[in-house]
């Protein structure tokens, strides 16, 4: 299991985690990710660490290709509203349109959390954590839930989140990063894999940031 890495920067303001697993106009998933961090970075959201990117499987499985997923940290004077229209704007460029859920995608850009932000309401955000995985399945809130109500469930999120901010503390479980990651089954930790090679900007983007 990768460990976290020692930054030299403090914690982040917010969180977003990346996703690809179909071609977009920048090419691979790999490249799209690194193209839409290049984009995010010439807005007004500062890029502050970023987790390696990783192989995973698609979720439901046999639902397409492997992903390629990273977390982000940023800080930002942006409201949680204007963020997620910044992220929706970035998805656009790249192809992304929004179908079935947990379907393939060009892009994926979710807002994980922002301040420790509890949006709309802490009732809100729980129903929408404690959802049976069938409705999750089916039903997309209609407004922005912070923090993400799902990411305390996902390998795919955590593993790189616990990578950059082991310590980002979940603001209605009282849990961390890394104590959420250590929940999860081992199975579903062992999927998830760092990725060597692919497109050139993925190695110098990501050492970039650790030498900052």
């Not at 970075?41 to 390696?52: E, Q």
């Not at 439901?60 to 997620?84: H, K, Y």
């Not at 947990?102 to 404690?130: C, V």
Request: charged share 25%.
């Amino acid at each position: 299991m990768p460990q976290s890495r020692n930054f030299p920067e403090p914690e982040p303001k917010g969180h977003v985690a990346l996703g690809a697993n179909v071609a977009s106009p920048a090419g691979t998933p790999d490249c799209t990710l690194v193209a839409a961090l290049e984009e995010l970075a010439r807005g007004p959201i500062r890029i502050t660490r970023i987790s390696r990117f990783y192989r995973t499987p698609c979720m439901p499985a046999g639902a397409g290709p492997d992903f390629v997923n990273a977390v982000v940290g940023i800080e930002t004077g942006l409201d949680p509203d204007a963020v997620l229209d910044r992220l929706h704007a970035i998805e656009a460029m790249f192809g992304r349109t929004r179908g079935a859920r947990w379907s393939a995608r060009t892009l994926d850009l979710d807002l994980l959390d922002l301040g420790g932000l509890i949006r709309p309401d802490a009732d809100t955000q729980t129903a929408w954590r404690e959802l049976p995985p069938e409705v999750q399945a089916r039903d997309a809130p209609e407004r922005l839930i912070l923090p993400h109500p799902r990411l305390q469930d996902r390998a795919f999120v955590l593993v790189p989140l616990a990578e950059i901010a082991p310590d980002w503390r979940h603001p209605i479980l009282g849990i961390t990063a890394q104590e959420m990651l250590a929940a999860l089954p081992e199975d579903e930790k062992a999927a998830i894999c760092p990725i060597s090679g692919g497109c050139a900007g993925v190695s110098s983007l990501v050492k970039g940031f650790e030498t900052q």
